[in-house]
């Protein structure tokens, strides 16, 4: 099992411009979660799946959109992006139900110039 | 959603035992109490869960206040790679069609001294 994986690694963007960033798990989870994370801070939630077809708002959800078309995968989407937006994104996805635990990707730091 | 607070910061000596504390006052009896650490900009890790009873796993001690209004992560021989910081997170459930997220707060950065 390859656990979470989310590509790109690293990312620059202008500001204006967009992209995807892309997150697949190989572990069947139904819940699948964005966070971002800036320095000295916390986790923020941005967007959360609890099933293929099923998205909704997290804390921070402005300015990105995400869809679930498959169990795997959970793209999020930076239609324009903004300095902002600039931190480090993790995905992470788990079984739903009480006392699951959360599986997390390694990251993807985006710097939007 | 219940809210927890911990210490920003803490030390430990290596060998010795880190006592990480965590307050969660306003918990509901159907809410569990996590504990994730997240060790220099890796993805985070889950280290244990806990409802009310006391918990181990082979990584770490999860002690309950009777109450549930606290509790304390335990490890109980800190090592030089238990440098992290570390989350306590009181796991919410949203009323409609039973999603849930669950909600990072700043953690406590924990530093094992040699």
């Known amino acids: ?50 099933g293929a077809g099923i998205t909704d708002q997290g804390e921070v959800p402005n300015g990105y959109n995400v869809s679930r078309s498959t169990t795997e995968d959970f793209p999020l989407r930076l ?35 | 959603d219940a809210k927890t607070t911990q210490p920003p910061s803490m030390d430990c000596a290596e060998g010795r035992a880190a006592n990480l504390p965590c307050n969660h006052s306003t918990i509901s009896g159907n809410e569990y109490v996590y504990w994730y650490r997240q060790i220099h900009s890796q993805g985070p890790q889950y280290i244990i ?12 001690s999860l002690i309950i206040t009777e109450d549930r209004k606290s509790s304390t992560l335990i490890l109980p021989h800190a090592t030089l790679r238990d440098t992290a910081v570390y989350y306590c997170i009181v796991r919410s459930y949203l009323t409609q069609g039973g999603s849930e997220k669950l909600v990072f707060g700043k953690g406590t950065k924990l530093t094992v001294n040699p």
């Open chain 1, 1 to 50: 099992n390859a656990g979470v994986t989310q590509t790109p690694k690293f990312q620059v963007l202008k500001t204006g411009q967009s992209m995807t960033l892309q997150c697949a798990q190989d572990m069947n989870h139904e819940y699948m979660s964005w966070y971002r994370q800036d320095p000295g801070m916390g986790l923020r939630l941005i967007h959360y799946s609890v």
């Open chain 1, 79 to 113: 239609l324009s992006a903004a300095p902002s937006q600039t931190s480090v994104y993790f995905c992470a996805s788990s079984q739903t139900g009480v006392g699951e635990k959360l599986f997390f990707g390694s990251g993807t730091q985006l710097s939007v110039l």
């Open chain 2, 49 to 60: 869960h806990g409802l009310k009873n006391n918990e181990t796993n082979e990584m770490a």
